[in-house]
Each structure stands twice: as C-alpha cells, then as structure tokens.
C-alpha cells in the first residue's frame, strides 16, 4: 500500500478555496496534545460543516474513537501516554476501524517517518502545518471513495 504524503511547500501559493466544492460532513476526531493546534483546526472542521470530536492523548483517543466511530481521524503521531502510530494499530485491529480515514499529522516528513506511518495502518501522512485546500480534498475524496466512485 502506497501512503500519500503532503508537504508544506514554501513556495506555493494560497489560492481562494473553491466554493463549489461540496463535501458531506464527516464524523471526526482531531487528536494531538498540542490543545491550541487542535482547536484551530477543529474549528476549521467545523466550520466547513463537520462534526468534530478532540482529543490530546492517546488513550483518550482510543476511547473517544471507540465511542465516536468517526469516519476520519487527523492523529498527531507523538503524543504522551500512547504515540499516533500505537494508536492507529489499536484501531486497525478492530474491525470496526476498517473503513476508517486515518490520516498521520506530524512535524517530520522524513522517508523513515511515513514508512513508519503506513506499517501502522495510516491512510495519509500530512507534514504541519494543515494546508486547507488538501484537507478539504481528503476530504471529498472520502466521500466518493466512500460512495463506490
């Protein structure tokens, strides 16, 4: 399995998110233990329509995720208490994780770091900071993977 990787790109250009894009809201947890990263970007989550649970370890996580059943989790890959990648294979051992978005957020991009990334089960790799318009395209493209297309 190939894991897709996005990098921040110093010399890319913002341009205005289209407001076409129309994505189906999703069920999802932000986890990592920085709280101010978090609510920034669950905030955004929000405001673009989804629900959105936090969370700043991951054993909370894992309890959250159990409960919640979200259809996509943003996981922070090193947090105290269990790192990103021990909870993403805690969830693919459950089969009720199966169809489950994982997505590794972390401040290291380095080939040993995804391969690390995808042997735990993740879906995507995204180096910080969250680029909008590569989120909203994950997530779009949940919904059609999701939708048989």
């Given at each position: 399995?190939?894991?897709n990787v996005w990098q921040p790109d110093p010399q890319r250009?913002?341009?205005?998110?289209?407001?076409?894009?129309?994505?189906?809201?999703?069920n999802i947890l932000v986890v990592d233990d920085n709280a101010d990263s978090v609510a920034a970007f669950a905030l955004l989550l929000r405001h673009l329509g989804h629900q959105v649970e936090?969370?700043?370890d991951g054993v909370a996580a894992l309890a959250?995720?159990?409960r919640l059943r979200p259809t996509v989790i943003f996981l922070d890959l090193n947090m105290p208490r269990m790192s990103g990648q021990e909870v993403a294979r805690a969830l693919r051992a459950d089969p009720a994780f199966a169809r489950t978005l994982i997505?590794?957020?972390s401040g290291f991009g380095q080939p040993n770091?995804?391969?690390a990334a995808r042997a735990a089960g993740f879906d995507h790799y995204i180096v910080k900071?969250?680029?909008?318009?590569?989120?909203?395209?994950?997530l779009g493209h949940r919904v059609s993977h999701a939708l048989g297309s």
């Open positions: 399995m190939r894991l250009r913002t341009e205005q998110p289209s407001s076409t894009l129309a994505v189906t809201p999703h936090e969370a700043h959250i995720a159990r997505v590794a957020v770091d995804v391969e900071p969250y680029d909008l318009d590569f989120v909203k395209s994950l």
